[in-house]
């Protein structure tokens, strides 16, 4: 019933950007919190950003200031973007929704997507 599907990923050098797009189905977007996860080989995954239904935002150090987090309720759509991208920010890009406490704790979200790769070469 609750669909989020993912687009926008790529590959880039780095210093280049990058938007991210979830486009969400099957429920009332604005009762859920998202989020924006990524995870890469070998690695956890691991919480990027997150906003709010009031609209507060919450982001992970190591993208504070390089990436911003947003939505469209009319079009229940999220969006991620990336700018000042590092190799580092590689992964799959997952879109996330629930009614959370933790907005940067995976184990909070109930509805995932299929995930959008990014890859930044150096």
């Known amino acids: 019933q609750v669909q989020l599907v993912e687009s926008g990923g790529g590959s880039v050098q780095s210093g280049g950007s990058l938007r991210l797009s979830c486009a969400a189905s099957?429920?009332?977007?604005?009762?859920?919190?998202m989020g924006w996860f990524r995870q890469a080989p070998g690695k956890e995954r691991e919480g990027v950003a997150a906003i709010d239904r009031d609209g507060s935002t919450t982001y992970a150090d190591s993208v504070k200031g390089r990436f911003t987090i947003s939505q469209d309720n009319a079009k229940n759509t999220l969006y991620l973007q990336m700018n000042s991208l590092k190799p580092e920010d590689t992964a799959m890009y997952y879109c996330?929704?629930?009614?959370?406490?933790?907005?940067?704790?995976?184990?909070?979200?109930?509805?995932w997507g299929q995930g959008t790769q990014v890859t930044v070469s150096s």
């Open positions: 996330a929704a629930g009614v959370v406490l933790r907005p940067l704790e995976k184990s909070e979200y109930d509805y």
């Open positions: 099957g429920y009332t977007y604005s009762s859920y919190c």
